[in-house]
């Protein structure tokens, strides 16, 4: 029964959060942070264009990790089923980055293993905010930008915008999985 759990989570979360397409580069969110991002319409950008080098500053490597609860769900508003097929058992998901240079891999923790939700390549934009692009089967080249900050061992990312076709409830899933405050481990 648990492992039919454990891959029902892993179906709607890992292609929610790799199954995004779009068309063009990330769009910017509104000004209120809680309002979901949106998506673009404008042209893609072609694989071979160079992506300039961010001589800001970027994510330490090293693994960042969080909990997210049921009141979590609540507070976004995400519906009981989905809020139930996300969480485990207990009503709580570990959810840790693993950064690595211009790599990334988020992975999901159900009954104490890590699995592996996503991964992809990162950039920086003029602004400092992080595109992360997945290479996932389930969406290549799929984009989430998000504003992060970094204070002491607390790395908080919220999504500025995506290129992206999810639709709200979906939208709410990759912002229950992704945005919030992660603790670097030792």
């Known amino acids: 029964m648990r492992s039919t759990q454990i891959a029902l989570a892993t179906l709607l979360v890992a292609p929610v959060l790799a199954g995004c397409r779009g068309d063009g580069p990330p769009a910017r969110a509104s000004e209120n942070p809680s309002s979901p991002a949106t998506s673009s319409t404008a042209p893609a950008t072609p694989a071979s264009t160079p992506t300039p080098v961010h001589a800001g500053e970027t994510i330490p490597g090293g693994t960042y990790a969080r909990t997210v609860t049921r009141a979590d769900t609540r507070r976004l508003g995400l519906p009981k089923d989905k809020s139930a097929e996300v969480l485990d058992k207990d009503g709580e998901v570990a959810y840790s980055y693993r950064f ?35 290479a996932s089967d389930g969406c290549p080249g799929c984009v989430y930008t998000y504003d992060w900050q970094l204070n002491g061992k607390q790395l908080n990312m919220t999504i500025v915008g995506h290129d992206s076709t999810d639709g709200p409830e979906d939208l709410l899933v990759v912002r229950l999985v992704t945005e919030g405050t992660y603790t670097r481990q030792p």
Do not use: I
Request: glycine share 18%.
């Open 100 to 134: 690595a240079g211009d790599r990334w891999t988020l992975f999901g923790t159900y009954d104490g293993v890590p699995e592996v939700g996503d991964l992809g390549t990162l950039t920086y934009d003029d602004e400092g905010n992080v595109a992360m692009t997945s």
